[in-house]
């Protein structure tokens, strides 16, 4: 791992990037980053956080509190119970996100533009490596973000970091008959704070 120092608008705290791959947690969090600054985003985004998915055989795997510090976010409110430390609600001007470990919802909730962004999260590889993990990994993604129970004018959505395999297969499977019938979008999340592939038509 690279230990790197960001500022942004925060505190030169360190944390720790995985330079080869990027944690679930972490594509989450962009992912809300990037709706929070949205100029329609209604203000509060909800993130869902898996501690297994930050902590693996006793190692961090990606570093919450560290990440949203350099990133300008800050504790607004700790949460009442649990033992995951990260769990509370930061603020970054005027936006609220709200990280929790609680089953059952979309990895990524927030109101953009009137409508509800449901998002499936999952991690990925960002160097080339033996075999295709990326499409098990955008397979499970889709199927999960389709089973989200919704309203018509929600929109579902499969979220992966932005590499160019991911690339690849979301170009071919966005056409797919059925992906475009069940009106679900796959979104590519960039370590740049870009993310691609997102269409959200205001209602």
Not at 2 to 24: C, F, H, K, V, Y
Not at 93 to 107: C, E, K, P, Y
């Amino acid at each position: 791992m690279a230990q790197l120092s960001i500022g942004n608008g925060a505190a030169n705290a360190p944390w720790n990037e995985t330079i080869d791959r990027m944690p679930e947690a972490e594509v989450s969090i962009r992912l809300a980053e990037y709706l929070s600054e949205l100029p329609s985003f209604a203000g509060t985004v909800d993130v869902a956080i898996d501690g297994a998915s930050v902590r693996v055989h006793g190692a961090d795997v990606f570093d919450i509190r560290g990440y949203l510090a350099v990133h300008g976010w800050n504790v607004a409110e700790r949460a009442n119970m649990g033992r995951n430390d990260w769990a509370a609600t930061y603020r970054r001007r005027d936006a609220l996100m709200r990280i929790h470990s609680r089953s059952g919802m979309g990895d990524v909730v927030a109101v953009v533009g009137g409508r509800r962004i449901i998002a499936e999260c999952k991690k990925g590889p960002l160097v080339k490596l033996p075999g295709s993990k990326e499409y098990p990994l955008l397979t499970s993604a889709l199927g999960q973000a389709l089973l989200f129970p919704s309203a018509p004018s929600d929109i579902l959505v499969a979220a992966v970091p932005d590499t160019p395999a991911f690339r690849r297969i979301a170009t071919d499977w966005r056409e797919r008959p059925r992906v475009k019938m069940a009106g679900l979008q796959i979104a590519l999340v960039a370590r740049s704070g870009e993310v691609s592939g997102l269409s959200i038509v205001p209602v």
